[in-house]
């Protein structure tokens, strides 16, 4: 009887062990399970920051820099054509304010020239005879060099389809004054120290005009060398090629090989 007892209460107590055992044994395994899982997924959460992700993120960073750089190198273009740009209009000004200058300065040349000249070869009228001056010396007559002056003249003026000029026997005695004038007065210049201004001279000499020019040359030895150096500059040139003069006079004097060329227009 006693073991029936014991029995009875044994058998319940083996069959609730067998079942907390069974539900703590199939909850470690849910747990397992479920912990396995957790992992499994967070393993493909890295695979995905790790592979995906930064695929992603180099491509983007590559796009922008290259935006960048293509700005950049706009920009480089666009300054190195802005400062092309300003060193054309630098020099296209200063080559115009150089043009300027050198045009001002030939202007000034030209006027300057033209305004000696005038003092020369412009119709004036008769003045008073200059006072105190006296002839020195005795004149010689025309020369075969001063001919020969008046030949390579009339030479150049028909080149130019100008009719001849002619001689004048007082014009070239004036001419040889002044070649000596200036010879023995050691000076070169159409202003004359002892009788003035070539128009004065005249006057002086008592030579008539309506027009009158006056060219002076000194050390050619020769008649065509002398004609040949006057036509070489501009304003004596003028003076042998003016169609307004009808007479000439030559006077030279061979002390320093000066000579003298005067025009008139009766």
Do not use: C
Not at 32 to 48: F, P
Not at 68 to 77: K, T
Not at 232 to 246: F, K, P, Q, V, W
């Amino acid at each position: 009887m006693k073991n029936r007892w014991l029995i009875i209460l044994v058998v319940p107590l083996l069959i609730a062990l067998f079942f907390y055992g069974a539900t703590y044994i199939a909850n470690s395994i849910k747990e397992a399970a479920d912990s396995e899982k957790m992992v499994v997924s967070d393993h493909g959460i890295k695979n995905v920051i790790v592979k995906d992700m930064p695929a992603d993120i180099h491509s983007d960073i590559r796009f922008v820099k290259e935006k960048e750089e293509e700005r950049l190198r706009l920009e480089q273009e666009r300054l190195e054509q802005e400062r092309i740009k300003k060193e054309e209009e630098e020099r296209f000004r200063l080559e115009e304010a150089k043009r300027k200058e050198e045009e001002q300065k030939r202007a000034e040349a030209k006027k300057q020239e033209e305004e000696k000249q005038q003092e020369n070869e412009t119709t004036q009228e008769p003045e008073e005879p200059v006072k105190e001056t006296k002839q020195k010396w005795n004149y010689p007559g025309i020369s075969s060099f001063e001919r020969e002056v008046v030949k390579y003249t009339n030479i150049e003026r028909g080149k130019h389809g100008l009719p001849e000029l002619q001689i004048d026997s007082k014009l070239s005695e004036v001419a040889w004054y002044k070649s000596k004038d200036m010879v023995v007065n050691n000076y070169f210049d159409h202003q004359s120290p002892t009788y003035g201004s070539p128009f004065e001279m005249l006057t002086y000499f008592g030579v008539g005009y309506t027009a009158a020019a006056e060219n002076i040359a000194m050390g050619y030895r020769s008649a065509e060398g002398v004609v040949n150096g006057w036509m070489n500059s501009e304003g004596h040139r003028r003076n042998i090629l003016n169609g307004t003069y009808t007479h000439i006079g030559v006077g030279f004097v061979q002390d320093s090989y000066t000579s003298t060329q005067m025009f008139l227009r009766k």
